[in-house]
């Protein structure tokens, strides 16, 4: 039997803008997306998520709350059926200290301004978060 996996994601916000990385691994690869990852045995959603933040861009943040939970479900085209389902558990954060550097598996690490993060991020399930976050726990 295959289950979904779950996984924790960080909207880190500094000031008016938002960390993004480049993902280095399939899924989504090369797409712009939010630092997270999977969710290790005997941890909680929320040390995950510091944890996959620190690991795939070297920040520290300081979490704000949860944002939303999300599935990310990908669909063979050949056959049409689910290969993979993701339990994403999305929290937004204050940066605390670090810049950006690639780590992990992401390719590239940055801040960008709102509108330039929603340009960039092609899933739009992504783009819904980051602009929750944004509304609920405001840039700055």
Known sequence: MTVPVPTA??????GDQVLLIK????PR?????LP?????????TAAAALRELAEETG???KLLGL????DGLFVSPESGETTRHYVMVD??????SGEP????????ARFVGLAEALAMVEWDVTRVVISQAVERFGAG
Do not use: H
């Open 101 to 108: 550097v690639a780590g992990d598996d992401a390719a590239e």
């Open 29 to 33: 690869q090369g797409q712009w997306s």
């Open 59 to 61: 920040v520290v943040a």
């Open 67 to 70: 944002v939303d939970v999300v």
């Open 36 to 44: 997270g990852g999977r969710v290790e045995w005997g941890e909680t």
């Open 9 to 14: 994601g960080v909207i880190c916000l500094r």
């Open 91 to 96: 929290y937004a954060a204050r940066w605390v």
């Open 23 to 26: 993902r280095g691994n399939p």
